[in-house]
């Protein structure tokens, strides 16, 4: 079978038959196991005491604080096919979610749960994306297909002083073949204060290995006043030292708008600009997306990827900008990755 239905991508491969399994783990079913649903038994407290087993009992759980939650734990090979998840948005950045793939010891998406979504800035707003959608009010959805050969293993750290209750959650998978060709999903996430010595954010670095890059979600807090987008996203590939193989014209270029937004936001299937925020008392803060769907950008050996922060001085000349900017970059890659840096501690990451 052609590798492309084998993963059933596209709404070209829905007629076509085939012998996966669909299975899906959420706090009614916690293994995903045929037959495995509905099963809490309730007490005299639960919602759902008068109905009795079978009914609406166990619909979330509990984030204890400083405790790691395995959310799934799939033997393969499959691919993860849609992930569904809302909770309070004390939790967007003072949870890490991780995946990990075959049971590898490091995890190849490591991120605080509001990022990855596309919800940064620890706040909620919608987004209206091919991949990734947040829907009123604060309905998490990833439409990336994640395959793994032997093993998925996914968990949530509450590292929030308090317990999270009402966490949400459905990972909805297929168990099937996976081609040779497939590669796995990863996602990273940084942050950085940029300087008026050095206005550039790394988005990404130390890849090594084969693979694609299909996504930027920034989370760019601005810290001056006056247009703060007139800086070039980087690609360096493959062996660039100094200069990069691909080189944007604009921040507000790359994620797909034009002439500083005219002060709109927007979301569209592969790019967005769906926050811009600005209350008084607050300095502005901008949420942007771009998807590399069409447009993957193919790498053989190694990646880089950086963008600038850069405005206008009075005499209409760029102006370095000192900007806080987080980032999550989205590939797929052959494994095993290199390893990630060291994830900031919830203080370095809070920002509401």
Not at 148 to 154: G, L, V
Not at 263 to 279: D, I, M, V, W
Request: hydrophobic share 35%.
């Amino acid at each position: 079978m052609n590798d492309i239905y084998r993963l059933n991508l596209g709404l070209g491969s829905l007629p076509l038959l085939s012998d996966a399994e669909t299975r899906s783990i959420s706090a009614e079913n916690p293994t995903g196991a045929r037959g495995g649903g509905a099963q809490a038994v309730p007490d005299a407290h639960n919602a759902g005491s008068m109905l009795g087993q079978g009914w609406k009992i166990r619909p979330c759980i509990t984030l204890e604080p400083a405790t790691t939650t395995t959310l799934a734990d799939i033997a393969g090979p499959g691919i993860l096919q849609h992930i569904w998840i809302t909770v309070d948005p004390c939790a967007y950045r003072d949870t890490i979610l991780r995946f990990f793939w075959d049971d590898e010891a490091t995890p190849s998406i490591e991120v605080p749960l509001g990022d990855f979504f596309c919800n940064g800035h620890a706040l909620r707003y919608n987004v209206n994306s091919l991949p990734m959608a947040v829907n009123p009010s604060g309905g998490f959805n990833s439409y990336w297909p994640m395959p793994f050969r032997n093993h998925a293993r996914i968990t949530i750290e509450n590292q929030h002083p308090k317990a999270i209750h009402g966490f949400f959650y459905q990972i909805t998978y297929a168990l099937t073949e996976v081609p040779d060709t497939a590669a796995y999903f990863h996602a990273q996430w940084r942050r950085s204060l940029t300087t008026r010595e050095y206005p550039e954010h790394v988005i990404l670095d130390g890849v090594r290995g084969q693979g694609h890059y299909v996504g930027t979600f920034l989370a760019w807090t601005q810290l001056s006043n006056g247009w703060w987008g007139e800086g070039e996203i980087k690609f360096y590939m493959d062996g660039d030292s100094e200069f990069p193989t691909i080189c944007g014209t604009g921040t507000e270029d790359y994620f797909g708008g034009a002439w500083c937004f005219n002060g709109e936001t927007y979301a569209a299937p592969f790019q967005g600009y769906p926050l811009y925020r600005k209350e008084p008392g607050e300095v502005p803060r901008h949420g942007l997306y771009r998807w590399h769907i069409f447009d993957p950008i193919r790498f053989k050996r190694d990646l880089k990827v950086t963008i600038q922060a850069l405005g206008w001085w009075p005499n209409g000349k760029y102006e370095p900008l000192t900007d806080d900017i987080a980032s999550v970059a989205y590939w797929y890659q052959a494994e095993p990755h290199a390893p990630y840096p060291p994830f900031p501690p919830v203080h370095e990451r809070w920002s509401r």
